[in-house]
């Protein structure tokens, strides 16, 4: 029967298709992010065969993760003392080593100056080949020879061959004599290569710790490993990633952290509902095209064929259509993925180290779909297998009777289905509560996360029925047409609700990931430290520095402005930089620093939290002093009159509420010594001021802020403690490299710290995927619509042999599509909500959920509103005169079938008359 109604079975394989796609898509996409062990070696270590970097001095007790260097720890109870070993001398006599260490350059660009990334080392010697890899031109041979990333030409606006001029680390003039590719480099990104000490005097030999070592003929076996690591020593060896050693003799530190906890539950639930989604778009499909098909199933009945075999012909439908479903699915989504890598990657070869195919996956969503398609032609097969064969073949079908059994039932089970999945929301933020992840505690809550949203698309698929009658009996008061094409839709619910299931599925895993990339956001606008005002550059004048005091304790070094503020200004044009000064508040850094600093006092607030920054000491002013100017910029808003009217009788404005006790704060100054348990000591000096309280946009390291004739008052003495930058607007990057570089031309150690707020991915991405669900849900509905079209030819010829007209076929469908499209995405929007707030709760005794539930309303609202009006709209355009005979034509429909037989009969009697 597939070949009998091809058009049919092609559009039930495309409905299969449509989330295959996206699923292993995704799956491709993910494969290849992750490394194999050969192509970790590539590109970590090119074709050299060990990486070694200094860590420590000699250490007995050190230990190392066999295939993460960076992971290591130390048994030793007292802190390790002694020189640092060079890796030359714990190898034989000849070993040959290749050294990379990270530098930074300031150089002249035709924009000015700029501050660039560069590596010291034989990064272009040929062993590198893989990770590092030569694009065009030749490698140095003499110390004045560089090459950079290809980005690096157009940068630099000159040839190959061209010359660069540092201002930075040492004036001198370099010449370009190729480009080299970096697999950690984005297509953007201006790397400049250079040899050992070709950009300053330093060598690898002089700074260990920032050198890696690569040995290139020499094989690093786990044995050898493990005494280097007791030289202080971590290693990362070709022949321990290609032959690792056993978990039992060398521990991991692999598993799932709670930073990429969001990635890997997204890619299981979407997953898992993607597969789901197939169930019911092929489902539909299927319901439809069984009752189409009852005359020939009543066929099949009357010549002898049993229940189970008609049952198994179209549960066999079903398996074929999903296996090709799912083949070409998969296909078109592998090849989607190739083509995206690239332009995911942008030029970041180490982010997609290769093309990974993960075959068994694959395999397993070609198998999901194949059963997928016998589980959604299963349910209709059942009931075709009791097809009353007498009406059948009568072609006397009732209307089924509407019962309360089915739509109670669906009501509990949706419900149910709501409550594991909220069950499934705390189990997995339970789950990663800790410092590592309980993975069976997170596996088990994404099992009952996929498991409740799949509950309540079955309970609202049995609801449907009713919730169609309860929607008609709305829309059937604005017209005939409304009320033919609604009451068509309500009474025939075996086409009705499997359209209505396919669109409610695509808007629940859209909504669902709507509301995931909006949680998204808000964690990381949650999480973002804010530094300053957003587009506000600002430079610390402290700087810490050992050997002033003479200790392992830092001491903290004032700088002066100096000409910082003209730098920023030349650097960011339009910009108004300014000078703030502040009481430092350095006691916990040494007694060397300061004798004694001023801190306001906090009062005592049990069982509440707060921000870190009221409870530090030793990382900047908690005092600020300037003008309302300077209060403006540090607020990055107006000074509201009540700060403004405080300060000028002489009191202080508050950032944070929690200094603010009885409308005063009051300043303490405490010895710079701490006191035998470590605590701030006793106040030697108090004074309380009345105190108004300024909340900013954002919590900000700024605590206080008074006018300087009120420090004066008070006997404070404030200093220069941070120049403060206000930009215009976003700051390119020609910009923040000429800042960087003025600013590495005045001092080294000099920081610009730019703040441009949090990311903002989500209008994008909910953007993107609105635009995206539009499309699936158009061609969805389409096939489902056409489908339940196909079913109502019939209905449709009764309305053109009764002379209806075009427009009132035209908004008949347009109303049926308001109705199955609109229920739908109101459904789908609305379950799809469920497991997002899952994910947010905060259960007792945790401060935060998994995601913040925060849904993207006007994008939800538009998939719930405007996306069906725009698909009724196209039913609307397509929809036409169902007309199939008369008027000009001949063949099929029900007026021709009306009019032939009565136009023969004519003919026979006109022909018998004619002969008498």
């Known amino acids: 029967?597939?070949?009998?109604?091809?058009?049919?079975?092609?559009?039930?394989?495309?409905?299969?298709?449509?989330?295959?796609?996206?699923?292993?898509?995704?799956?491709?996409?993910?494969?290849?992010?992750?490394?194999?062990?050969?192509?970790?070696?590539?590109?970590?270590?090119?074709?050299?065969?060990?990486?070694?970097?200094?860590?420590?001095?000699?250490?007995?007790?050190?230990?190392?993760?066999?295939?993460?260097?960076?992971?290591?720890?130390?048994g030793a109870t007292d802190p390790v003392t002694g020189?640092?070993?060079?890796?030359a001398s714990l190898f034989p006599s000849g070993t040959h080593l290749l050294t990379l260490r990270p530098a930074s350059v300031v150089a002249r660009t035709p924009d000015g100056l700029g501050s660039f990334q560069a590596v010291e080392g034989q990064a272009f010697d040929p062993a590198f080949a893989g990770r590092f890899d030569l694009v065009d031109g030749r490698r140095p041979t003499s110390p004045g020879e560089v090459m950079v990333t290809p980005a690096g030409l157009a940068h630099f606006g000159i040839p190959l061959g061209g010359t660069i001029r540092l201002t930075k680390p040492e004036p001198r003039d370099l010449r370009v004599v190729g480009t080299l590719s970096d697999v950690d480099a984005a297509t953007a990104t201006v790397v400049v290569f250079g040899d050992d000490g070709a950009f300053d005097d330093a060598t690898a030999r002089s700074a260990l710790t920032?050198?890696?070592?690569?040995?290139?003929?020499?094989?690093?076996?786990?044995?050898?490993?493990?005494?280097?690591?007791?030289?202080?020593?971590?290693?990362?060896?070709?022949?321990?990633?290609?032959?690792?050693?056993?978990?039992?003799?060398?521990?991991?530190?692999?598993?799932?952290?709670?930073?990429?906890?969001?990635?890997?539950?997204?890619?299981?639930?979407?997953?898992?509902?993607?597969?789901?989604?197939?169930?019911?778009?092929?489902?539909?499909?299927?319901?439809?095209?069984?009752?189409?098909?009852?005359?020939?199933?009543?066929i099949l009945s009357s010549v002898g064929a049993e229940r189970r075999t008609i049952f198994a012909v179209m549960s066999f439908e079903g398996i074929l259509l999903g296996f090709v479903?799912?083949?070409?699915?998969?296909?078109?989504?592998?090849?989607?993925?190739?083509?995206?890598?690239?332009?995911?990657?942008?030029?970041?070869?180490?982010?997609?180290?290769?093309?990974?195919v993960d075959l068994p996956v694959l395999a397993l969503i070609v198998l999901g779909a194949t059963v997928s398609g016998w589980i959604a032609a299963a349910v209709p097969a059942r009931a075709a297998s009791r097809v009353d064969v007498v009406a059948a073949l009568r072609g006397a079908l009732r209307p089924p009777r509407a019962t309360l059994k089915r739509p109670i039932v669906g009501f509990f089970i949706a419900v149910g289905g709501s409550i594991v999945a909220l069950m499934g929301g705390l189990v997995v933020i339970a789950s990663?509560?800790?410092?590592?992840?309980?993975?069976?505690?997170?596996?088990?809550?994404?099992?009952?996360?996929?498991?409740?949203?799949?509950?309540?698309?079955?309970?609202?698929?049995?609801?449907?029925?009713r919730l169609l009658r309860w929607a008609t009996s709305i829309l059937s008061t604005l017209g005939s047409a409304a009320r033919l094409g609604t009451r068509d839709a309500s009474r025939n619910p075996s086409r009705s609700v499997p359209a209505l299931a396919a669109i409610m599925s695509t808007v629940f895993v859209s909504a669902f990931v709507m509301c995931l990339v909006s949680g998204g956001q808000a964690l990381t606008i949650r999480d973002h430290q804010w530094n300053s005002p957003l587009d506000t550059a600002a430079v610390g004048l402290y700087t810490y520095d050992n050997a002033t005091s003479g200790s392992q304790s830092p001491v903290a070094v004032r700088r002066t402005a100096g000409s910082i503020p003209t730098a920023l200004e030349q650097a960011f044009p339009g910009s108004r930089a300014r000078v703030l000064s502040g009481l430092p508040d350095f006691g916990e850094l040494g007694d060397e620093a300061v004798s004694s600093y001023?801190?306001?006092?906090?009062?005592?607030?049990?069982?509440?939290?707060?921000?870190?920054?009221?409870?530090?000491?030793?990382?900047?002013?908690?005092?600020?002093?300037?003008?309302?100017?300077?209060?403006?910029?540090?607020?990055?808003?107006?000074?509201?009159?009540?700060?403004?009217?405080?300060?000028?009788?002489?009191?202080?404005?508050s950032l944070y509420p929690q200094y603010v006790a009885k409308g005063h704060v009051t300043l303490d100054t405490v010895p710079a010594k701490p006191a035998a348990d470590g605590s701030a000591g006793p106040a030697t000096r108090s004074v309380s001021v009345p105190a108004t309280v300024q909340r900013p946009p954002h919590d900000m390291s700024f605590g206080l802020f008074l006018l300087p004739s009120t420090a004066a008052r008070l006997g404070l003495h404030p200093a220069p403690s941070m120049v403060l930058a206000t930009l215009d607007g976003p700051p390119t990057s020609a910009e923040r490299e000429a800042a960087a570089a003025r600013l590495s031309v005045i001092d080294d150690s000099l920081n610009v710290q730019i703040e441009t707020g949090p990311d903002d991915f989500a209008q994008t991405t909910s953007w993107t995927l609105l635009l995206l669900t539009t499309l699936i849900a158009i061609a969805a509905s389409g096939v489902a619509l056409a489908l339940a079209r196909a079913d109502a030819r019939r209905d449709r010829e009764v309305l053109d042999s009764i002379g209806a007209p075009p427009r009132l076929q035209r908004a008949y469908g347009?109303?049926?599509?308001?109705?199955?499209?609109?229920?739908?995405?109101?459904?789908?929007?609305?379950?799809?909500?469920?497991?997002?707030?899952?994910?947010?709760?905060?259960?007792?005794?945790?401060?935060?959920?998994?995601?913040?539930?925060?849904?993207?309303?006007?994008?939800l609202g538009l998939t719930a509103v405007v996306m069906p009006l725009v698909i009724a709209a196209v039913a609307w355009l397509t929809g036409g005169s169902g007309r199939t005979g008369g008027s000009g034509r001949t063949g099929g429909g029900l007026r021709g079938r009306l009019s032939r037989p009565g136009g023969r009969r004519q003919n026979r009697t006109a022909a018998s008359r004619a002969s008498a």
Not at 325 to 345: E, F, N, S
Not at 433 to 447: L, M, R, Y
Not at 848 to 854: A, C, L, M
């Open 83 to 87: 020189s640092l070993r060079d890796p």
């Open 432 to 465: 990663q509560q800790g410092d590592q992840v309980n993975q069976h505690a997170f596996s088990g809550g994404v099992a009952l996360l996929v498991a409740g949203p799949v509950l309540m698309q079955v309970g609202a698929v049995l609801l449907a029925p």
């Open 598 to 653: 001023v801190v306001p006092r906090l009062p005592a607030e049990p069982n509440t939290q707060r921000p870190i920054y009221l409870d530090s000491t030793g990382s900047g002013d908690h005092v600020l002093v300037g003008s309302e100017s300077d209060l403006r910029a540090i607020l990055g808003e107006s000074v509201s009159p009540e700060s403004e009217a405080t300060l000028r009788a002489g009191g202080v404005v």
């Open 325 to 356: 479903g799912g083949l070409v699915g998969t296909g078109i989504g592998v090849l989607a993925a190739r083509v995206a890598l690239p332009i995911l990657a942008d030029g970041v070869a180490s982010q997609y180290p290769g093309f990974h």
């Open 210 to 298: 920032e050198t890696t070592f690569y040995a290139t003929d020499r094989s690093v076996p786990w044995s050898e490993v493990r005494r280097l690591n007791a030289q202080g020593v971590t290693v990362l060896s070709r022949s321990v990633l290609l032959d690792p050693p056993s978990e039992r003799v060398a521990p991991r530190t692999d598993g799932i952290e709670q930073g990429n906890l969001f990635g890997v539950l997204a890619v299981a639930l979407v997953g898992a509902f993607g597969m789901f989604e197939v169930c019911l778009l092929a489902g539909a499909a299927f319901a439809v095209g069984a009752k189409r098909r009852q005359r020939e199933l009543a």
């Open 814 to 859: 347009f109303w049926q599509a308001v109705l199955l499209v609109g229920l739908g995405a109101l459904i789908g929007v609305g379950l799809g909500l469920v497991p997002a707030f899952a994910l947010g709760i905060r259960p007792v005794g945790s401060t935060r959920g998994v995601v913040p539930f925060d849904p993207p309303w006007l994008q």
């Open 1 to 74: 029967m597939l070949l009998q109604w091809p058009g049919r079975s092609i559009l039930v394989a495309a409905l299969i298709a449509v989330p295959i796609i996206g699923v292993s898509g995704i799956d491709t996409v993910e494969a290849s992010r992750t490394a194999t062990s050969s192509e970790q070696a590539r590109i970590a270590l090119g074709q050299t065969e060990a990486a070694l970097t200094v860590v420590s001095a000699p250490d007995a007790t050190l230990t190392q993760d066999p295939l993460n260097p960076t992971m290591y720890s130390s």
